[in-house]
T-cell receptor
Framework: KNEVEQSPQNLTAQEGEFITINCSYS?????LHWLQQHPGGGIVSLFM???GKKKHGRLIATINIQEKHSSLHITASHPRDSAVYIC??????????FGTGTRLQVFP | DTGVSQDPRHKITKRGQNVTFRCDPI?????LYWYRQTLGQGPEFLTY????????KSRLLSDRFSAERPKGSFSTLEIQRTEQGDSAMYLCASSLRSRQLNYGYTFGSGTRLTVV
């Protein structure tokens, strides 16, 4: 069993739909990252959170430390949101343990 | 500052050759990390530096792999006697860590290595 697990692995949506990606982790963490990776490899950090909820534009990330669970929500999804979304657990040493990613495709 | 830069973007090499990749972190960041990502998988930790000191190495980093950060700025990752299994995207990231602050985990665009 991986230390960081995401679901679903693949997700297709129609433009405008509300999207949820889930992340569960089994390790002790100091924070959790949500990252976006486009074809070609570049990774962009979306959120780093250690408690509660953060919002940036149409993106919302939540974390429940007791349940070791985090979710990434995308409201009013758009085709440009199509990418791989990765959650990563941050140890106290700052190294990240990554999930395998969720491949999102949003169709017009 | 243009973020974390990696060079080259792509490298194709024959099995058995040595390759070296470079990472230039954000200038004020004191921590630098190397990760490896194979197709369809999330990145895996390889090693990280605080300034010039290499603080942790993954068991994934066999003796054919060596990383340096000689002046606490740019870092190099060398793979000797490459094998086909080394084909992957090699990602570099940097962050600023102090007693008061933990900031700015930023990734480079990666170096894609293909061993033929």
């Amino acid at each position: 069993k991986n230390e960081v697990e995401q679901s679903p692995q693949n997700l297709t949506a129609q433009e405008g739909e509300f999207i949820t990606i889930n992340c569960s982790y089994s390790v002790g963490i100091s924070a959790l990252h949500w990252l976006q990776q486009h074809p070609g490899g570049g990774i962009v950090s979306l959120f780093m959170l250690s408690s509660g909820k953060k919002k940036h534009g149409r993106l919302i990330a939540t974390i429940n430390i007791q349940e070791k669970h985090s979710s990434l929500h995308i409201t009013a999804s758009h085709p440009r949101d199509s990418a791989v979304y990765i959650c990563a657990a941050k140890h106290n040493t700052d190294k990240l343990i990554f999930g395998t990613g969720t491949r999102l495709q949003v169709f017009p | 500052d243009t973020g974390v830069s990696q060079d080259p973007r792509h490298k194709i090499t024959k099995r058995g050759q040595n390759v070296t990749f470079r990472c230039d972190p954000i200038s004020e960041h004191n921590r630098l990390y190397w990760y490896r990502q194979t197709l369809g998988q999330g990145p895996e930790f390889l090693t990280y530096f605080q300034n010039e000191a290499q603080l942790e190495k993954s068991r994934l980093l066999s003796d054919r792999f060596s990383a340096e950060r000689p002046k606490g700025s740019f870092s190099t990752l060398e793979i000797q006697r490459t094998e086909q299994g080394d084909s992957a995207m090699y990602l570099c990231a940097s962050s600023l860590r102090s007693r008061q602050l933990n900031y700015g985990y930023t990734f480079g665009s990666g170096t894609r290595l293909t061993v033929v």
